[in-house]
């Protein structure tokens, strides 16, 4: 694994002719986590989907950028709000699926100990449909540390889960993904405060930046900073922050 | 065990009625036989339409192998190529616009009277479903799957072999039991136009000697070979159907 980048993106993106985001200037520091908020439909996933290098229908019109002016998308892993899993498959073949699309050795011996740190070990050689929906997203998870890239994004992966599975998967994918440059879009301001090294707001009006709260992350879910935090997120996402 | 009990009411009650529309309308034999001499008459002719069931099974089983292989083989060249979707996608339709039975008399005059005519019969009746279901499930790949693929890096035939083919198979699936079904009416058109054995050859002889009841005796064992054959591949398929319910 390459040290992890610090990625700058700017530019102006449209689909169709109608302008998604204007003049958009965002930077995700090296080794930290990003957090970015918003309504449905400004772009956060168009964003991340050009880091990644997939297809967003929209055209883009700008540069990606890092500090170490290696192209991102060879060193992306990428996890999104479905799990993803092949139903065909068992978790650990899950688990090293991108090692067997490349038509690589499967390295079984990895993908016991990330099963492991993720405790999905006795469930190994289930089918995903086996398996709880926290279950699955921690599949995931290993699946996506398996691909041992420095540039992780996460297209609201906790989205779908309970309250406290959600929680308790914000605490391992934290612990587990230290040291890479992560790109968390969500639509929760409670992720992004517990999470969020840095954190932006993205709207119709463009990028708004907001300072985390004190304290490291993963920060406590009762955290009274976190939760003002929380709230003051709420506030700008409502559109009256100024009110 | 419970599930086989309906259709073996189903059955009792068609029988039932067949009998009563005899005892009502007082017809002819030859015209239609009741279920008792149909039944008589399959019990005695059994090694008769034994010996016919036998070739016919053999062209629907050949038909079914040659059929499938060509149109799974179709669907993943028109899958990975767009070049061969452009051209050939246009002439599988005009294909299917064709009456494919009015082709039977041609397929025989140059295949002969033998099993090569049958089998070419069955296999362009199942060509087109085979290849058609598994060419839109090969084409169906959820978007997230090819998403997760190219973050990957995965190679464009790892995609094929890993991803498409297994979301595919459901769909693959349905095609074959479609084919276990239109595999036997093929080969008894094609015993129809040209042949000197198999069932559909039995039904015809037996329906110009004003034979019915053997006519009835083997049009019902084609029905029931036709079952069987569905059951069974039914059953192979049922394993990649269920994956189907946990695809997302």
Same mark, same amino acid.
């Given at each position: 694994m390459t040290d992890a980048p610090t990625i700058t993106i700017t530019g102006t993106a449209q689909i169709d002719g109608v302008p998604l985001f204007t003049d958009l200037d965002l930077s995700l520091p090296a080794g930290g986590w990003t957090c970015l908020l918003g309504p449905s439909g400004v772009g956060k996933t168009t964003l991340l989907r050009l880091i990644a290098g997939l297809d967003t229908g929209a055209a883009f019109d700008g540069t990606i950028t890092t500090s170490d002016a290696q192209p991102p998308p060879p060193r992306v892993a990428y996890m999104a709000q479905e799990d993803l899993l092949m139903p065909w498959a068992s978790v650990a073949q899950n688990v090293n699926f991108g090692a067997?699309? *490349?038509?690589?050795?499967?390295? !079984?011996?990895r993908v016991d100990d990330l099963l492991d740190r993720v405790g999905l070990t006795e469930h190994a050689q289930k089918k995903p449909h086996e398996l709880s929906g926290g279950q699955r997203q921690r599949a995931a998870l290993a699946r996506t540390l398996m691909e041992d890239k420095s540039i992780i994004l996460l297209d609201e992966p906790f989205s779908a889960l309970d309250a406290r599975t959600r929680a308790d998967m914000q605490d391992l994918a934290y612990k587990l993904l230290t040291g890479k440059t992560v790109f968390l879009v969500t639509h929760d301001p409670a992720e992004a405060a517990r999470l969020g090294h840095a954190i932006h707001v993205m709207s119709a009006d463009g990028i708004q930046s907001v300072a985390p709260p004190d304290g490291p992350a993963p920060r406590g879910v009762d955290d009274i900073n976190t939760l003002k935090a929380q709230g003051a997120l709420m506030q700008l996402l409502r559109g009256d922050a100024h009110a | 065990m419970r599930k086989f009990i309906p259709p073996f009411i189903a059955a009792g009650f068609a029988i039932a009625l067949w009998q009563s529309i005899i005892i009502m309308t007082d017809v002819p034999r030859f015209i239609l036989p009741s279920p008792a001499t149909v039944a008589e008459t399959w019990w005695k002719s059994r090694a008769l339409i034994a010996e016919h069931t036998l070739v016919t099974l053999i062209e629907i089983l050949v038909g079914?192998?040659?059929?499938?292989?060509?149109?799974?083989? !179709?669907?993943?060249?028109?899958?990975?190529s767009q070049t061969? *979707?452009?051209?050939?996608?246009?002439?599988l339709v005009f294909t299917q616009a064709l009456p494919v039975f009015a082709l039977a008399p041609i397929l025989t005059l140059w295949l002969g009277f033998g099993l090569g005519s049958k089998v070419a019969m069955s296999v362009l009746i199942i060509y087109f479903p085979v290849t058609s279901a598994f060419f839109d499930g090969l084409m169906r790949t959820p978007q997230g799957y090819l998403d997760l693929a190219k973050t990957m890096q995965a190679r464009p035939r790892s995609v094929l072999w890993h991803i498409r083919v297994p979301a595919a198979l459901p769909s693959l699936a349905s095609g074959l039991r479609l084919s276990a079904v239109y595999a036997p009416i093929g080969a008894v058109i094609g015993e129809w136009v040209g042949a000197s054995q198999g069932l559909g050859y039995l039904m015809l002889l037996a329906n110009g000697r004003a034979k019915t009841d053997l006519m009835f005796a083997a049009l019902f064992t084609l029905g029931i070979l036709s079952v069987v054959l569905f059951l069974i591949v039914k059953r192979l398929t049922e394993r990649w159907s269920d994956r189907s319910r946990s695809l997302i």
């Open positions: 067997k699309l *490349r038509g690589e050795v499967l390295d !079984t011996a | 079914l192998a040659v059929g499938v292989s060509f149109g799974i083989l !179709t669907a993943l060249s028109l899958a990975s061969a *979707r452009v051209l050939m996608q246009p002439i």
